[in-house]
T-cell receptor, first 113, second 111 residues
Framework: DAGITQSPRHKVTETGTPVTLRCHQT?????MYWYRQDPGHGLRLIHY???????DKGEVSDGYSVSRSKTEDFLLTLESATSSQTSVYFC????????????FGPGTRLTVL | LAKTTQPISMDSYEGQEVNITCSHN???????ITWYQQFPSQGPRFIIQ???TKVTNEVASLFIPADRKSSTLSLPRVSLSDTAVYYC????????????FGSGTRLQVQP
């Protein structure tokens, strides 16, 4: 257990509303990531962070923003949720002994109506 | 990041050895080969990583030929609990440190 939690685990919201997902780690790992996974597909990177207040975009960053004001928390915000953002969102940290070995959280299932 | 190609699905029976091959023809010199496993409703889990030749851990073996253009994940004596999606990823220290997942191989183990 790499000590990663995500909240909420499930959320249903309406189009146009802002949504914030939280990823929390109990250790002080530098790298944190947000991915989304759609049915039948692999994970796609949204944003990642390499330190407090240091973030960068992934391949599907449009419509999402992130913040990292503390080492242990990485927040993902959907400024104005759309139905195309209905997905499962996974947070990950980089830890372990192997190169870029990532540990994933349990996921947040988001439904935008 | 190098593109990977792996079978969409595979079937096996309990107790058999399963080999999943991944093709990565444009692998770069500093790229590692990593495999992840994902069960339904869970995040992926790191299985094994290698650079060349053979790597073995308590879960699996990874075979990498000399040209490194492919790799094979070997799962010995699979059980029903090995039913999952297996992802092959290739990447090196590009500074971005992001993982690029393809569609993976869906392994179904039957009794």
């Amino acid at each position: 257990d790499a000590g990663i939690t995500q909240s909420p685990r499930h959320k249903v919201t309406e189009t146009g509303t802002p949504v914030t997902l939280r990823c929390h780690q109990t250790e002080n790992h530098r790298y944190m990531y947000w991915y989304r996974q759609d049915p039948g597909h692999g994970l796609r990177l949204i944003h990642y962070s390499y330190g407090v207040k240091d973030t960068d975009k992934g391949e599907v960053s449009d419509g999402y923003s992130v913040s990292r004001s503390k080492t242990e928390d990485f927040l993902l915000t959907l400024e104005s949720a759309t139905s195309s953002q209905t997905s499962v969102y996974f947070c990950a940290i980089e830890a372990g002994d192997s190169y870029n070995e990532q540990f994933f959280g349990p996921g947040t299932r988001l439904t935008v109506l | 990041l190098a593109k990977t190609t792996q079978p969409i699905s595979m079937d096996s029976y309990e107790g058999q050895e399963v080999n999943i091959t991944c093709s990565h023809n444009n692998i770069a010199t500093n790229d590692y080969i990593t495999w992840y496993q994902q069960f339904p409703s869970q995040g992926p889990r790191f299985i094994i990583q290698g650079y060349k030749t053979k790597v073995t851990n308590e879960v699996a073996s990874l075979f990498i030929p000399a040209d490194r253009k492919s790799s094979t994940l070997s799962l010995p004596r699979v059980s029903l609990s090995d039913t999952a999606v297996y992802y092959c990823l290739v990447g090196g220290d590009t500074g971005r440190r992001a993982l690029t997942f393809g569609s993976g191989t869906r392994l179904q183990v039957q009794p």
